[in-house]
């Protein structure tokens, strides 16, 4: 097969980080275009990285030597983005979210069903970690018995004074909507979200941390603390409680160290760092993927699915009570 010939779509933290994944990391691919409001930043990326600059998005979508499209654009761009890469035939690695709301998800997904090909997946790299890898492989064997329950801890060094209450649900908490629904294989029926007074660290009206609580169909549930100005460094941890075990992932990357009275490791700065592996596979195997036209991953359904749970969960973060999650039937939207 020829090398797959990539376009990127915003090109600030994740992008970038894609950007030279794909000319540094990847086999089978080609980074050949890159747009981004930010012309200098898009200037600077695609001379370092031997790319060309499209300043209109929509016209790196229709270029006719970019085979596939990574959208690394802010949440609120990717809904006209992502119709432009179905119109154009152009299979693409969406960055989460999928879109802003659930209603918006459903769209992509019916009208991507209309084409009959999967062009879209959506970039969860938590499935691609080697440690959630292990963790869903440990579940699925059946030696722990069924999952009754999972605890997960997600932090973030720092945020910026724009990152508002909602955003901490619909980009952050996100992850682990998908990660719940995936591990233990069910969708999410109700969600309820809390927070306590928040950290003195963000402008008020700002609800940091929050926590959660997902109620499975199957009857399992899951908690999320999720704290994205949490101060000291990243930290992802997932416990699964299954009927005969627990297990847990995200102690421990690197170097653990007992000294002077302390034990522990270093902590990551940020998600490219603790998640780089995973990012790593998951363009990999999606640029394979292409290849054999399909995509290996989490689909525009789970993206839906992520989007209908974070809708109900801001209706849950402003009243503090469960909120029933109002998701399509699956069976009638696909066939
Ligand atoms: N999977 C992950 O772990 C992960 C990590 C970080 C970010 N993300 C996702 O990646 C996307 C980008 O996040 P980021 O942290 O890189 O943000 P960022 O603010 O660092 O970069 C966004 C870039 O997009 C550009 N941009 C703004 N409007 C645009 C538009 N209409 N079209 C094209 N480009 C536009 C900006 O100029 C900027 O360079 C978001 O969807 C975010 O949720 C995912
Ligand atoms: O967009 C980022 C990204 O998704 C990170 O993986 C997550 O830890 C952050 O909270 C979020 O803001």
């Not at 980080?17 to 409001?37: C, F, K």
């Not at 200098?40 to 030597?65: K, T």
């Not at 075990?245 to 102690?251: E, H, K, V």
Request: hydrophobic letters at 45%; one cysteine or more.
């Amino acid at each position: 097969m020829s090398e797959l010939r990539i376009g990127i779509i915003g090109v600030g933290a994740m992008g970038a980080d894609h950007a030279e994944r794909i000319v540094r990391r990847t086999s089978g691919a080609r980074l050949v275009a890159v747009s981004d409001p930010d012309a200098a930043r898009a200037e600077e990326l695609a001379s370092r990285l031997s790319a060309r600059v499209v300043a209109d998005p929509l016209a790196l979508i229709g270029a006719r030597d970019v085979d596939a499209v990574i959208l690394a654009s802010p949440g609120f761009a990717h809904a006209e983005q992502l119709f432009a890469c179905l119109e154009h035939g152009k299979p693409v690695l969406c960055e989460k979210p999928l879109t802003m709301d659930a209603a918006s998800s459903l769209q992509v997904v019916e009208a991507e069903h209309k084409l009959g090909r999967q062009l879209i997946q959506v970039g969860f790299m938590r499935r691609f970690d080697p440690e959630y890898t292990a963790l869903k492989q440990l579940l699925d064997s059946g030696e722990l018995g069924r999952p009754l329950l999972l605890h997960n801890v997600h932090r973030n060094k720092a945020n910026g004074p724009g990152f508002r209450s909602e955003m901490i649900v619909r980009d952050s908490m996100v992850h682990e909507v998908d990660v719940a629904r995936w591990l233990l294989g069910s969708e999410i029926s109700r969600i309820t979200v809390h927070a306590p007074k928040p950290t003195s660290a963000v402008p008020d009206g700002v609800l940091d941390p929050q926590f959660a609580v997902f109620e499975m169909a199957n009857g399992a549930m899951a908690d999320v603390e999720v704290f994205v100005n949490f101060q000291v460094g990243y930290e992802v941890r997932c416990e699964a409680v299954a009927e005969r075990g627990s297990a847990t992932i995200g102690l421990g990357a690197g170097v653990l160290t007992r000294a002077a009275g302390h034990w522990g490791g270093a902590m990551p700065e940020d998600f490219r760092i603790r998640f780089d592996r995973a990012y790593d596979i998951e363009v990999q195997r999606w640029v394979e993927a292409v290849g054999r036209d399909e995509i290996d991953g989490p689909s525009a359904w789970d993206g839906y699915a992520a989007a209908a749970v974070c809708e109900a969960g801001l209706a849950s973060l402003s009243t503090g009570q469960p909120v029933t999650v109002d998701l399509a039937d699956r069976q009638a939207v696909l066939g």
